[in-house]
């Protein structure tokens, strides 16, 4: 009875791949072998709905959907597969090869679970079913607190600041995290601040505040022409009931699957609940960089003295110039900027602004590890270390931008 009883699991089909020829997607047979051995089919675009209909889908834990372009003009058919496989709690990995942006964007919105571009990278298959067995045996988790903002608000007009690195590592989103805590908590009747982290890949705003990354705000971001004050709220993650944040997705999207308009509806949303709207950019520029550009009051712009950061705000520059774009908007800021006493120091940050032909406008000192563990534990600079000259510079920035946004407000 054993016997049978193994005979039988190895008999069931845990996966299929869906596409219009198999043969094309070689590299996804290998890793499907490799993964799930005999365990596995595969079907025609035309039968993946009957199949799934049938008593031999009952284990299906997901179909690998394979695309190219040759497969854009079936989209209708495409979502009515995974349409079936989520009514029937199958999971959809989305395979695609040379697929537009805007078709992606409409089958993972449409209920495509997961995206991996072929050819696929090394372990990424067997990283996604391992993902996929890890959310089927999960409880759900409690919702946490859904931030409520009232549709009928008057539009609070919110100031705009956004912080791009201009490479790896140059403090971006240490900036944009503490200076959104210290304006949050700036009095005792503070203004309202909202975080979004727009580097959709690689985003840490979550991880600075120890905030969870919901589904919602994946499917914020790519519907927002059905976007209200109900549906962003709920996307909206909370800090010590002070500050609201937007996290990047849970999962790696690309750049491109949001346009200009999507980028253009989340920060009039968000300044019509908020007073601040700070924006965490990706170091990347991407067809909607220009849209924050010019919502932007203040954009931030972060470097260090080196060689990397030196040609990458020329190469910015140049690029805004030819654009025609408004790069006069742009305040460099200098991370771990030379201490008073290093004259060398000083001198070399001299001679860097003056051969790109730019203002330093801002000096950050360096934090030191402090800065790393406040991030490792979740928490702004000003809870973890307050003391902590960073901190205590970030916190001179946002009282400096506090009192010209009021006395800008006086003087309207």
């Given at each position: 009875m054993g016997s049978e009883a193994l005979q039988a699991d190895q008999s069931q089909i845990l996966a299929c791949t869906v596409c219009r020829d198999v043969q094309n997607f070689e590299l996804l047979i290998v890793d499907m072998e490799e993964a799930l051995g005999e365990q596995w089919g595969d079907l025609g675009l035309e039968d993946a709905v009957p199949f799934m209909e049938q008593p031999d889908a009952e284990h299906l834990e997901f179909i690998a959907l394979a695309i190219d372009d040759m497969d854009e003009d079936a989209l209708d058919d495409l979502t009515e597969i995974i349409t079936e496989a989520r009514n029937r709690n199958i999971r959809t990995l989305l395979i695609a090869e040379d697929v537009t942006p805007a078709s992606l964007h409409h089958l993972l919105r449409n209920g495509a679970d997961e995206f991996i571009p072929y050819p696929l990278p090394p372990g990424e298959l067997q990283a996604a079913i391992e993902k996929i067995r890890i959310r089927?045996?999960?409880?759900?988790?409690?919702?946490?607190?859904?931030?409520?903002?009232?549709?009928?608000?008057?539009?609070?007009?919110?100031?705009?600041?956004?912080?791009?690195?201009?490479?790896?590592?140059?403090?971006?989103?240490?900036?944009?995290?503490?200076?959104?805590?210290?304006?949050?908590?700036?009095?005792?009747?503070?203004?309202?601040?909202?975080?979004?982290?727009?580097?959709?890949?690689?985003?840490?705003?979550?991880?600075?505040?120890?905030?969870?990354?919901?589904?919602?705000?994946?499917?914020?971001?790519?519907?927002?022409?059905?976007?209200?004050?109900?549906?962003?709220?709920?996307?909206?993650?909370?800090?010590?009931?002070?500050?609201?944040?937007?996290?990047?997705?849970?999962?790696?999207?690309?750049?491109?699957?949001?346009?200009?308009?999507?980028?253009?509806?989340?920060?009039?949303?968000?300044?019509?609940?908020?007073?601040?709207?700070?924006?965490?950019?990706?170091?990347?520029?991407?067809?909607?960089?220009?849209?924050?550009?010019?919502?932007?009051?203040?954009?931030?712009?972060?470097?260090?003295?080196d060689m990397r950061s030196a040609q990458n705000a020329m190469r910015l520059k140049r690029a805004l110039q030819a654009e025609d774009l408004p790069f006069e908007k742009l305040r460099y800021v200098m991370n771990r900027a030379p201490k008073f006493t290093d004259l060398a120091g000083k001198s070399r940050v001299k001679r860097l602004a003056e051969s790109l032909s730019i203002g330093i406008d801002l000096h950050l000192p360096d934090g030191g590890k402090q800065v790393l563990q406040a991030a490792d534990h979740g928490q702004p600079l000003a809870v973890a270390a307050a003391k902590n000259p960073l901190r205590k510079e970030i916190a001179k920035l946002a009282n400096s931008l506090h009192a010209l946004d009021q006395s800008d407000d006086k003087a309207a």
């Open positions: 089927a045996n999960t409880p759900e988790p409690s919702k946490a607190p859904q931030v409520k903002l009232a549709a009928n608000e008057e539009s609070r007009e919110g100031v705009v600041i956004a912080v791009h690195g201009l490479a790896g590592g140059t403090g971006a989103t240490t900036l944009a995290t503490n200076l959104g805590w210290e304006l949050a908590t700036i009095s005792k009747t503070p203004p309202s601040v909202c975080l979004l982290d727009l580097d959709l890949q690689f985003g840490t705003m979550s991880t600075y505040l120890d905030l969870p990354r919901p589904e919602s705000v994946f499917e914020l971001i790519t519907d927002t022409e059905s976007m209200d004050s109900e549906s962003f709220g709920q996307a909206l993650q909370t800090y010590e009931e002070k500050l609201h944040v937007l996290t990047a997705p849970s999962d790696i999207i690309p750049l491109d699957l949001i346009g200009p308009e999507d980028v253009e509806r989340v920060i009039e949303m968000a300044r019509k609940h908020y007073d601040y709207v700070i924006v965490d950019m990706p170091s990347t520029l991407v067809q909607w960089s220009e849209v924050v550009l010019q919502a932007a009051h203040v954009y931030f712009a972060t470097m260090e003295i």
